[in-house]
Each structure stands twice: as structure tokens, then as C-alpha cells.
């Protein structure tokens, strides 16, 4: 009787229809003793509801049935009734025909209840293996998961298989390690299996033991990101900033000389730029390196406690660091250069002159051995500058390539923005992953139903629920084509391009790490308790990414940075073009008023328009053209007043930040549909597998959704009236609503394996 009691008191009520079919209808079953009429009697009392304690006991027993019924058995609460009695009998067997002679009169029972719908008891008695109706949710969609995987790795999928491969195997079990000697030990184990597969060499040259493929290193550290965020790092370190310091700074001899050995990672090193007075202000680095003519050595040396380097991954167990410091030579200096430091001898004691403390524990990633790193008078020979902008001549003089001071330093700099272009891409593969537990947690877990005796709803049914997650599913695919077009533009540069893709990267890894640590945390909220909890990830998501945002440089300062390059190159326009830029610009602006923001379509809501991308196309482009022009004016006005240029920019910083979003997301949405258009069937009449249709309508959601949260902006603006506003906002709803039957497709189609995704919830 135990179903039937907790179904009747699901909603805390119980009515006269079902208090009659407890007691009188009860009252003829063979098997209840008086003193169980009367303690159902008891239980059935509704001025006596059962306690919290009694209900949750009626709810384990239910549960127990619900398991142990096979699949194909009826659905109803009195099939779970004789499987308990059944479950109570001494000889089981002997019993069985009793039993189901039962059923008939618990049926009737069960229509005296109000009866119930179809999967009610798997509802009522929920189980947390629920995987078969997990995969029923998303085989419901028209797409396969495999077809958007495709799409989203592209050429880089076979690399990306091949890592899954790895981190698949048994000795990349992820236990807990709380101790961070520990932790580290276990990273580095997994780094060096990396290693040895040939996955940290991908980008170097095949003679150093590469494939000379930077898109194929980009696609296994996005990988890699899937499994462990400290492991990601410190493969980063090494053979990204380390490696990359040797082979994107060094000349041929410093090749040979540590490239291969930094592949195999046979020479473990680290990448010691940032300082702890300094931080972004690279160029102000404290450490010096002064070059000694009689010995042919520059002394490397840092002059205050400030001039530590700071938060030194790999610091602990490196071999070398690629120390950046001013440059000294005959008593001048030529700026901020690379200079190769041996730290450690080859049994791992620290050389004379290093002074090594470790960060100790930090917020995440604690797999990472962070360390501070001072140098004492520390004499290398020359040969270990990294000279490729920039050298010491056999005559004892300063040589280099480029001329001019400031354009080397940017020079020396564009070449390590690859760091920029990666981390973004593992903050990503953080986000996906803590989406793809939420959706599913989101398709498989119920809460209220609409009424009594009815199946709890799904919580992802829920329109709240859908506002929470799947935008933010929609705009991890727009960051994934974003990201690829800077990661094809980072691959095919020539030293043209370096300065715009310099600002693109700081833009992206600002956008895209910002939108990392939001989404976690509101996956975290949108899974509850169950999200709380560590086994499912989210508490070190959380804790690890939360430094993408300040490492690789300063997301707010970064977004200045971009902000700056678009001011360069509005200014520039006008230099070169003269009166024609000026006509052009004025051309533009007229042409805007005409068609997007004359009477009738700043007010036009139907839904065609709103879906079209002559509409949110011209609203992002609209945004970020209007931003650049406006904080142009507003810094020429305040210099024509006599402020200084750095004062006139503090004034401007917050305006500079949004024009540097605004670019950041017109870039976004331009890349997606570029992506999208990929996927056109080639004609009307032409097989289609679903994926334009589906990739259409997520990128119209981004669009919609970003257009909602800059609503107040294009209000102040005159772009949209205040009825277009509330029309996008409910088409932002309608959107998440079509959606949600793709949702469990969309996160699939991140392809991420089950064990490197770890959550119980989602599995």
C-alpha cells in the first residue's frame, strides 16, 4: 500500500474520493491484518499529514520497485504494490500467483486515486539511472550530434580524436588530489604521456620532432581542456610559452639546442615575463640583463623584491626560463628582450643565484606548480639571448632587424600572442562541458507536477529554466566559429596582419572568458544541489577558469588594447582617404537613417524582420561603427579642452571597453554566419541533413539575445522603439522554446565523451 499512500499524499492533500479509496476499498484486501487497516487508517488521516521522515521511508520503498521492475511492465502504482508484497514473503516463488491475484483490486484502488498517466510510478519514484530516457530526449531531434561535432572541429577533428583516445586511457583516471604536490606529480605524468604520443610537439617543425601544424596543437589543447584545467595549462606552459618563447623568439642554434628535448619534455622550462610590481606593463620589467663584453655573458639580475617573476608556471619543476628583462648593452638600453636561464641542473637542485618559493595553494588549479622566481647576478653566455628581433654582435654592439625600439617590442610580443588565441579555447571546452552537464541534468531531472497524480515536469520544460541555459548553449557555438576564424587567421599570418590579430585575440579571450566563468556559474545555480556537489565538476570549473580572466593578460585592459587598435585604424581611414573618408562617412550615416532607423523600422516587429539578418546583421554593425565613432569624438573634444591623451582615456575607459564588446560581437556573429552558410544544402531540391535549419535558428538566438541585453543602449540610441524591444525579448522566448527539443543535440554536439565529462548528473 506504500505506492498508494505516497501518491495520494503527493500534493499534501489528500480528498474524500481518495480517502475512501484507502480505507473502504482497502478494507477488502486479503493481506491487511486489522491492525494494518488500522494503521493505514492512521496514515490516510488528512487533519495528520505523515511526517517528512514516513514520507521520504514511502519514497525509498517506491524507489526499490520502481528499480526493480523490468522495462516493459505496466506503468502504474499497483504493479509497484505487488512487487513489494512479493519482495516481503519468505518464499518468494510459492507466492507469486497470490500476488498477482491482487492486482485486479489494486487497480481498482488506483482508479479510486484519480488515476494516473502512463509513466506516473517512474515519475513519482524517480531513478537516477534514467540514461535510455536521456538518449530518447535527444534522438527525438532531426540532427545527429555527429553531424554538428563535425562542423565544430573541423580539419581538426582526427587531432582531436586522437587526443580523446589518450585521455581515455586508465592512467588518465582523474582521482582526487587535494595535497597539490600530489596534484602536480599527477600532471606532470600526464603531461609527459602527452608528451610522448607527440602531442606537445604538433606545432614545432618535423625536425624537431612536430608536425609543424599549429591548428592541430590548437585542436588538442581545446581537447585536452575536456579533461583536466590544470593539465591543460601546464601542457601550455611547456610547449606553448616555453617552446614557443625558444622558437618563435630563438634563431637555428637555439632550435637545436632545446626545441626537441622541450617536445618530449626531456627539458621541462617555464616563461618568466609577468613581475610582481608590474603585471601587464611588460614594458616597464624590472629584471635586467646586462651584458658583460670581457666574458661574452650577460648578467641577469633582479634589482628589488618587485622585480620577482610572478605566478611562473612550471616554475617548480623547470629545467630553463625564458626570462624577460631589459636588455643592456654598453650601458644603453634596448628594451625588453628573452634571455635563457638555466634555473635548475639535471637532477633538479636549484642553481646558484635562482631563488625559487612557491605560490603555494591557489583559488584552482592546483595541479600547477606556480612559483616565484628572482635572479642574484646570474651570468649566461650570450648565445642564450633570444635574438631573432634583436642581438649582440661578435664586435660586443646591439643589432637588430628592426629599427625602431617600440615596433620591435610589439613585434617581439605579436609573436607570443598565441597564448591569447589558445586560452580562450580551453575556457570554451570549460563552458561546453559545464553546459552539457547542465542540459542533461536539465532533460532527465523532474520537479512539481501540474496536478496530482500527474508526472513532475521536466525541468528543462520549464521556460526559466530554457532562458537560463540555452542561450548560452547558442553562444558557445557562435564563440566556436568566432574562434576558429582567429585560430585561420593566427595560422595564415604574415607580419602585415600581426597587429590587427593581435587586437582580435585580446578581444576574443576577453569576450569568450568572460562568458566562461557566467556560464559556469549559472550552470552551477541550474543544477542545484546536485551542482554543488564536487563530484559533478562544477567546484572546479569554477575554480579553475576563473583565471582565464586575468591570465594571458587582463581581460578589462586587454578589451583597452582592442579599443586603441580600433581608434589607430579609424583614424587612419580618414589620414589616407582624406576628404573621401569623410564624404564615405557621412554617406554611411545617412544611409543608416534612411533604411534602419527611419519611423518604420525602428518600430517593426513582426517576426520575419526581427529573424532576418538584414535586421540583427545592421543592429551589430550599427553598434559597433556607433561606438567607435562616438568615443573618437568624445577623446577629441577632451584634448581640444588641453587634458592630456592618458587623462582624456580615463575618462573614456568604460566607452572603450563597450566599443571593444561591440567589435568583439559583430566579429562573432560575422563568423557564424559564414559558418552557417557552410552548412546550405547546395539547393531547394538537395538533401539536407537538418543542420542549416538548426544552426540557422542558434545563431538567430545569439543575435536576438545579445540585441535584448544591449536593449537600454539601442533605446538611448533611436535604433529600436520600446515595442521593438519587448518584441525581441519575446522572441528571444519563442526561440528558446523551439529549441528546447534540440537542446540535448546542441550539447551532444560538443563531443565530449562521457568519462572525460565525469558528472554523475549527466551520465
Request: hydrophobic content about 40%; some cysteine; glycine content about 8%.
Amino acid at each position: 500500500m506504500l505506492p498508494f499512500l505516497y501518491a495520494a499524499w503527493s500534493d499534501r492533500h489528500l480528498s474524500v474520493p481518495q480517502i475512501r479509496a484507502l480505507r473502504k476499498e482497502a478494507g477488502e484486501l486479503p493481506f491487511l491484518t486489522d491492525q494494518d487497516k488500522q494503521t493505514l487508517n492512521t496514515w490516510s488521516d488528512p487533519v495528520h499529514p505523515p511526517s517528512r521522515e514516513r514520507y521520504q521511508q514511502w519514497l525509498s520503498s517506491g524507489r526499490a520497485a520502481a528499480g526493480a521492475l523490468p522495462e516493459e511492465a505496466t506503468a502504474s502504482l499497483a504493479e509497484l504494490g505487488v512487487w513489494l508484497g512479493l519482495a516481503a514473503e519468505e518464499d518468494p516463488d510459492a507466492r507469486r500467483a497470490f500476488w498477482q491475484e491482487q492486482l485486479p483490486a489494486l487497480r481498482h484502488i488506483e482508479e479510486g486515486l484519480g488515476g494516473v498517466q502512463e509513466d506516473t510510478y517512474r515519475s513519482l519514484f524517480p531513478l537516477y539511472d534514467q540514461r535510455e530516457k536521456l538518449n530518447e530526449a535527444i534522438t527525438e531531434s532531426s540532427v545527429n550530434p555527429a553531424v554538428l561535432q563535425d562542423l565544430l572541429e573541423g580539419p581538426r577533428a582526427e587531432i582531436i580524436a586522437r587526443t580523446k583516445e589518450i585521455l581515455l586511457r586508465p592512467s588518465f583516471d582523474r582521482p582526487t588530489l587535494r595535497i597539490k604536490e600530489d596534484y602536480r606529480e599527477q600532471v606532470l605524468r600526464w603531461c609527459k604521456e602527452l608528451a610522448q604520443e607527440g602531442i606537445g610537439a604538433l606545432s614545432y617543425p618535423e625536425a624537431y620532432g612536430g608536425e609543424d601544424s599549429m591548428s592541430e596543437y590548437a585542436g588538442a589543447f581545446e581537447a585536452i581542456a575536456y579533461h583536466d584545467l590544470s593539465l591543460v595549462i601546464k601542457f601550455g606552459v611547456q610547449f606553448g610559452l616555453w617552446g614557443g618563447a625558444v622558437y618563435n623568439l630563438g634563431s637555428k642554434r637555439h632550435h637545436d639546442r632545446w626545441l626537441r628535448e622541450t617536445g618530449t619534455l626531456e627539458l621541462p622550462g617555464c616563461f618568466a615575463m609577468t613581475e610582481t610590481g608590474h603585471g601587464s606593463n611588460v614594458r616597464g620589467l624590472e629584471t635586467t640583463a646586462v651584458y658583460d663584453p670581457e666574458h661574452r655573458e650577460l648578467i641577469v639580475h633582479s634589482p628589488s623584491i618587485a622585480a620577482g617573476k610572478e605566478y611562473i608556471g612550471n616554475a617548480m619543476h623547470a629545467r630553463m626560463a625564458a626570462v624577460f628583462c631589459q636588455l643592456i648593452v654598453n650601458g644603453e638600453s634596448h628594451g625588453v628582450h628573452a634571455v635563457v636561464v638555466p634555473i635548475r641542473d639535471e637532477a633538479g637542485y636549484v642553481l646558484p643565484g635562482i631563488r625559487v618559493e612557491d605560490n603555494g595553494y591557489k583559488m584552482g588549479l592546483n595541479g600547477v606548480d606556480n612559483g616565484r622566481l628572482w635572479f642574484d647576478q646570474v651570468r649566461v653566455p650570450v648565445d642564450n639571448l633570444l635574438d631573432k628581433y634583436g642581438g649582440i654582435t661578435e664586435e660586443g654592439t646591439y643589432e637588430s632587424p628592426i629599427k625602431s625600439p617600440g615596433k620591435r617590442f610589439f613585434t617581439m610580443l605579436g609573436t607570443l600572442v598565441g597564448g591569447r588565441v589558445f586560452v580562450p579555447r580551453a575556457g570554451l571546452s570549460a563552458a561546453k562541458s559545464a553546459l552539457a552537464i547542465a542540459v542533461r541534468y536539465g532533460l532527465r531531472r523532474r520537479q512539481f507536477p501540474s496536478e496530482s497524480m500527474r508526472s513532475e515536469t521536466i525541468i528543462l520544460d520549464y521556460p526559466n529554466q530554457q532562458r537560463r541555459l540555452i542561450p548560452r548553449v547558442a553562444k558557445a557555438y557562435a564563440l566556436q566559429f568566432g574562434l576558429d576564424h582567429l585560430l585561420e587567421r593566427y595560422v595564415n599570418r604574415t607580419p602585415d596582419d600581426m597587429r590587427e590579430i593581435e587586437a582580435m585575440a585580446a578581444g576574443l579571450k576577453s569576450y569568450a572568458t568572460w562568458f566562461t566563468t557566467a556560464t559556469i556559474q549559472e550552470c552551477r545555480e541550474a543544477t542545484g544541489g546536485k551542482g554543488y556537489l564536487a563530484e559533478n565538476r562544477f567546484a572546479d570549473l569554477k575554480a579553475d577558469t576563473d583565471i582565464f580572466a586575468t591570465f594571458e593578460g587582463d581581460n578589462t585592459v586587454l578589451m583597452q588594447l582592442l579599443a586603441k587598435s580600433l581608434l589607430t585604424e579609424f583614424k587612419k581611414s580618414f589620414q589616407e582617404d582624406g576628404n573621401v573618408a569623410v564624404l564615405k562617412f557621412i554617406g554611411r550615416r545617412v544611409s543608416t537613417l534612411v533604411t534602419e532607423q527611419n519611423p518604420y523600422v525602428v518600430r517593426q516587429t513582426d517576426r520575419e524582420h526581427l529573424e532576418s539578418r538584414g535586421f540583427y546583421q545592421s543592429a551589430f554593425h550599427f553598434r559597433a561603427s556607433r561606438l567607435v565613432t562616438t568615443l573618437a569624438q568624445r577623446l577629441r573634444a577632451y584634448i581640444k579642452e588641453g587634458m592630456s591623451s592618458y587623462q582624456a582615456g580615463l575618462l573614456c575607459q568604460t566607452h572603450m571597453i563597450a566599443a571593444a564588446e561591440a567589435y568583439v560581437e559583430q566579429l562573432v556573429l560575422d563568423a557564424s554566419l559564414e559558418a552557417v552558410d557552410g552548412r546550405k544544402p547546395a539547393d531547394d531540391a538537395g538533401s539536407s541533413d537538418g543542420s542549416h535549419a538548426l544552426l540557422e535558428k542558434v545563431v538567430t538566438l545569439y543575435a536576438a539575445h545579445t540585441i535584448e541585453s544591449h536593449a537600454a543602449w539601442y533605446l538611448e540610441s533611436g535604433y529600436i522603439s520600446g515595442q521593438k524591444s519587448k518584441a525581441v525579448r519575446k522572441l528571444v522566448d519563442k526561440l528558446c522554446a523551439e529549441l528546447r527539443p534540440e537542446a540535448g543535440v546542441l550539447v551532444d554536439g560538443f563531443g565530449i565523451p562521457d568519462k572525460l565529462l565525469g558528472a554523475p548528473i549527466a551520465l
